[in-house]
């Protein structure tokens, strides 16, 4: 996400005079009022996390800047929340070019909600908690189990690049995974192992992804074909017997 935070100075201090004052108002150009945390930390697990480092999010990204670090001076030296998060407001809506993060990722009242949150725990020593504990859906350790030949394995619905089981299990013969995904990132479902490989529809919104094959007995992985997703984890493992 804030991919461009790679080149700023390690400080806020050694910013140039323009960005001081504009960091100086709390970063009120670039940013509404209030942020709501709980929907930040929501928003920032959704598209920031596979990229980036965030402890009190569990984001251990590493395409972009590890946003503890990044700050971690900036605690020291005695750096008002209130600055980074104006700083963070900005480079959401002004990434570096040279960077991978698309400028807008977020906007208006969601970009200040990243910020927010960002801004609230980067550099913080322990966890979240609360509401901001529970902020985020979290995997069951319950496999998904077919029932009447369909598996259901639904997208996270907060938006986080997971399904909410991380494994199920099949009896051998023609399997639908069914995936519902009730937030606005698109997913979908898909299944690879013994020579398949099958992608459903890309869904969002309250969609519906579903791919079916005639499965042998052996282990399969179910996994999100969108690009990035899998590999932040959003996969797991199908064992048909």
């Known amino acids: 996400m804030l991919?461009?935070?790679?080149?700023?100075?390690?400080?806020?201090?050694?910013?140039?005079?323009?960005?001081?004052a504009l960091l100086a108002l709390g970063g009120c150009a670039v940013k509404h009022p209030t942020g709501n945390l709980?929907?930040?930390?929501q928003l920032f697990v959704a598209k920031c996390a596979a990229c980036h480092t965030l402890s009190h999010a569990a984001a251990t990204g590493t395409v972009g800047?590890?946003?503890?670090?990044?700050?971690?001076?900036?605690?020291?030296?005695?750096?008002?929340?209130?600055?980074?998060?104006?700083?963070?407001?900005?480079?959401?809506?002004?990434?570096?070019?040279?960077?991978?993060?698309p400028a807008m990722?977020?906007?208006?009242?969601?970009?200040?909600?990243?910020?927010?949150?960002?801004?609230?725990?980067?550099?913080?020593?322990?966890?979240d908690t609360g509401?901001?504990?529970?902020?985020?859906?979290?995997?069951?350790?319950?496999p998904a189990v077919e029932k009447n030949g369909t598996v259901?394995?639904?997208?996270?619905?907060?938006?986080?690049?997971?399904?909410?089981?991380?494994?199920?299990?099949a009896t051998a013969g023609n399997v639908t995974l069914r995936m519902k995904n009730m937030s606005s990132?698109?997913?979908?479902?898909?299944?690879?192992?013994?020579?398949?490989?099958?992608?459903?529809?890309?869904?969002?919104?309250?969609?519906?992804s579903t791919v079916t094959a005639s499965l042998k007995p052996g282990t399969y992985t179910f996994y999100c074909s969108v690009d990035g997703h899998e590999a932040a984890g959003m996969k797991g493992t199908l064992t048909v017997k």
């Open 185 to 208: 990132t698109p997913h979908d479902i898909a299944i690879t192992g013994g020579g398949l490989n099958q992608v459903g529809a890309v869904v969002s919104g309250g969609g519906v």
């Open 65 to 101: 800047p590890n946003l503890d670090d990044a700050f971690r001076q900036d605690r020291a030296d005695g750096v008002k929340s209130t600055s980074i998060e104006g700083l963070i407001s900005y480079w959401i809506q002004y990434p570096n070019k040279q960077g991978v993060m």
């Open 105 to 127: 990722l977020y906007n208006g009242q969601r970009a200040q909600d990243v910020a927010a949150y960002v801004a609230h725990v980067a550099a913080e020593p322990g966890q």
């Open 152 to 169: 259901e394995i639904d997208a996270d619905p907060t938006g986080q690049l997971k399904f909410l089981a991380s494994s199920a299990s």
């Open 38 to 41: 709980v929907r930040g930390k």
């Open 131 to 142: 509401a901001l504990a529970t902020a985020v859906a979290s995997v069951s350790q319950k």
């Open 3 to 20: 991919t461009a935070l790679a080149r700023i100075p390690r400080r806020l201090g050694a910013l140039v005079p323009g960005a001081l």
